[in-house]
């Protein structure tokens, strides 16, 4: 069933949408007009963000909610109050980190904790979000996953079961919330330059070095329009650049090819 919630959004709230991804949707979703609700935890950083959305688009309303997503009741208080402001038409879940290492060089507490943030916050952020939606009957869900969520890539064991996790989720909510005329979407996009990006590469082991610079990172303002013009077609899955289309689109003709490739790449990383 197609998606009945208007375009653009009326309003849309935002997880991790201070910087990076989520704040490149939020300058683009104020662009056309859409009212804003924007998370994160770090107040001043958020406030600062939504000064930059406002000066960008004067007379569109954003508001901010500092929250931490991995905290449950502080998160549905936070979409409660955006609700309260104005119905949801766009529930936009990107906020995450990322641990780059080997399995055996990564603590067992790096695997908790992104899967506190980049799994249970997204079910955090979706559960207050979706029971308005489907009441009315039409709302959109963008999932901002990753293309580690399509392969398994060397260094990633702590952050990819994570984003495969998401998947998962997405396929079963669009299930579920189609009858309702709510889609839900989850995107898969590459290295973005973000802030987080910037720090995540001083700590990737020299595998996951050689294996990123197969793919140059891409700019967070062509990453996010990609993944708006996805959920505004209501689009199950939005792939962000060749790699992750072919690894969605072909799989599983061309995984092993990519594994091998890959293989090789971190193989002559690791000798280096």
Known sequence: MPPRAPWPPRHAVISGGSSGIGLAMAQALAAQGTGLTLLARDPARLEAAAGAVRAAAPGVEVATQPCDIRDAEATARAVAAAEARAPLDLAVACAGVVR??????????????????NYFGVLNLLRPALGPMR??????????????????????????PTKFALRGLAEAL????????????????????TPQLAAERAERPPQL????????????????????????????????????WALLRLAPAVRPAVDAWFDRVAARAGRG
Do not use: K, N
């Open 100 to 117: 780059a290492g080997g399995f055996a060089d990564l603590p067992a507490q790096a695997h908790r904790e992104l899967m506190e943030t």
């Open 135 to 160: 009441a009315r009957g039409a709302g959109r869900v963008l999932i901002v996953g990753s293309a580690a969520g399509l392969a398994g890539f060397w260094g990633y064991s702590a952050y990819a």
């Open 174 to 193: 669009r299930a579920e919330c189609a009858p309702d005329g709510v889609s839900v979407s989850i995107g898969h996009p590459p290295d973005t330059e």
């Open 209 to 244: 070095v050689a294996i990123a610079a197969t793919a140059p990172p891409r700019e967070a303002r062509a990453v996010a329009a990609a993944l708006l013009a996805g959920a505004r077609r209501g689009r199950a899955d939005v792939p962000v650049g060749a790699l992750a």
